[in-house]
T-cell receptor, first 115, second 117 residues
Framework: DAEITQSPRHKITETGRQVTLACHQT?????MFWYRQDLGHGLRLIHY???????NKGEVSDGYSVSRSNTEDLPLTLESAASSQTSVYFC??????????????FGPGTRLTVT | TQLLEQSPQFLSIQEGENLTVYCNSS?????LQWYRQEPGEGPVLLVT?????EVKKLKRLTFQFGDARKDSSLHITAAQPGDTGLYLC?????????????????FGQGTILTVHP
């Protein structure tokens, strides 16, 4: 069965360190998204990609970067981790077809704590 | 300011009761989704509505999209403990299915529902 996986599931890091969160999908979806989830804010879009070599900034992109070298993976990098980036991070993907592009499939999430 | 306002934020009810969750905006959405999320997991899509006034039913869940496509509601009949979770509405802005809004979702804050046995 097709799926979307994230690793690690839990991560504790120190302020100032670089951290990379992995996202891998086997749906063969062109669109991939990274969100953070904080209490009272729902899900906020960090970065997204419509295909290989394409990346775009979301509403809360400062301090984060992504790269898309293949269809399956969209790793999220925190350049210099800050305590404000303590959150739960979700990766999602959707099909290119305009009829289903808004139906996103989510990974299980990564809980990141920055101390 | 949240583009999509969900209410209530918290809902605690007894098994068998009915409930309604609302999702409101001053903006027009070309489509709107409802997701359900359980602790430690990612959101799972329940339904997509795209036409103003559209009503969709999924067993005991009824979803409605407002006529002006600015609001939506989720009604659960005879709630069960298995319905407990976080319910999120999410929409795509505007009537343009392509362009800068393509595939992007704006989420409400969520409604935490607890159904007690």
């Amino acid at each position: 069965d097709a799926e979307i996986t994230q690793s690690p599931r839990h991560k504790i890091t120190e302020t100032g360190r670089q951290v990379t969160l992995a996202c891998h999908q086997t749906w063969n979806h062109n669109n991939m998204f990274w969100y953070r989830q904080d209490l009272g804010h729902g899900l906020r879009l960090i970065h997204y990609s419509y295909g290989v070599q394409d990346t775009n900034k979301g509403e809360v992109s400062d301090g984060y970067s992504v790269s898309r070298s293949n269809t399956e993976d969209l790793p999220l990098t925190l350049e210099s981790a800050a305590s404000s980036q303590t959150s739960v991070y979700f990766c999602a993907s959707s099909d290119w077809d305009r009829g289903t592009a808004y139906e996103q499939y989510f990974g299980p999430g990564t809980r990141l704590t920055v101390t | 300011t949240q583009l999509l306002e969900q209410s209530p934020q918290f809902l605690s009810i007894q098994e068998g009761e009915n409930l309604t969750v609302y999702c409101n905006s001053s903006s027009v959405f070309s489509s709107l989704q409802w997701y359900r999320q359980e602790p430690g997991e990612g959101p799972v899509l329940l339904v997509t509505v795209v036409t103003g006034g559209e009503v969709k039913k999924l067993k005991r869940l009824t979803f409605q999209f407002g006529d002006a496509r600015k609001d939506s509601s989720l009604h659960i009949t005879a709630a069960q403990p298995g319905d407990t979770g976080l319910y999120l509405c999410a929409g795509t802005l505007g009537g343009n299915a392509g362009g800068t809004s393509y595939g992007k979702l704006t989420f409400g804050q969520g409604t935490i529902l607890t159904v007690h046995p």
